[in-house]
């Protein structure tokens, strides 16, 4: 045999090594993994009528204070101190609108007893924080809102319980720019600051 059918001979074996080399490498090696779809995780139950207070947002739901009552030294359940502003914080939402029920309803007792006159003290045209700080507010039309979100005339004596539930859920969305709380937690807060303290007349309705 000369060189040159030799190098052929010994290339023809070359190819067929390498051939078999790679079936058997085929047939022994495992496929490629597969791509692995992300599996979506349901997200964890969250109590849409408990939101998380953060810095981003509104004041009144940060502060657990949903009706943005000022700091008037009084010394309300969970209350945990006030802001750079002098809204009070509570440490829960619960007890922010219980003391604003048991405001409104100490008001009621004095005299204040529609939405008209409700708002005009709660959030009058101008005023002066303790900070020394002046601040304003649009009476006319916080009133205006609360009347329609409520569905009750803004001069209308308010001598039922459920009507507090409607005038307060209105007074939280206009305060904060949304509603976050369900109806039974501030029927619940509203019921607790209405029954404390000094009784309400036996023609209140609605307390039982």
Do not use: C
């Not at 924080?129 to 329609?148: H, L, R, W």
């Amino acid at each position: 045999m000369n060189n040159e059918a030799a190098l052929l001979a010994a290339g023809a074996a070359m190819l067929l090594l390498s051939y078999f080399y790679q079936r058997g490498v085929s047939k022994n090696t495992p496929p490629p993994p597969q791509e692995q779809k992300p599996v979506s995780t349901p997200p964890r139950n969250q109590d849409p009528v408990m939101p998380t207070p953060g810095t981003n947002q509104p004041r009144g739901i940060r502060n657990n204070n949903p009706l943005n009552m000022r700091d008037y030294g009084i010394n309300w359940r969970g209350n945990i101190g006030r802001d750079a502003q002098g809204f009070e914080v509570f440490d829960t939402p619960q007890n922010g609108i219980r003391a604003a029920g048991n405001d409104l309803k100490n008001k009621w007792i004095n005299g204040t007893r529609t939405i008209k006159e409700i708002i005009s003290i709660w959030a009058p045209a101008s005023g002066q924080a303790q900070s020394g700080a002046v601040y304003m507010n649009p009476t006319e039309a916080y009133i205006d809102f609360v009347s329609k979100k409520s569905g009750i005339p803004a001069e209308k004596t308010l001598i039922d319980f459920e009507d507090y539930v409607k005038v307060v859920t209105a007074m939280i969305q206009k305060e904060n720019g949304q509603q976050p709380y369900s109806n039974a937690l501030i029927r619940a807060a509203l019921l607790d600051g209405f029954t404390s303290g000094k009784a309400l007349p036996v023609y209140f309705g609605g307390l039982v």
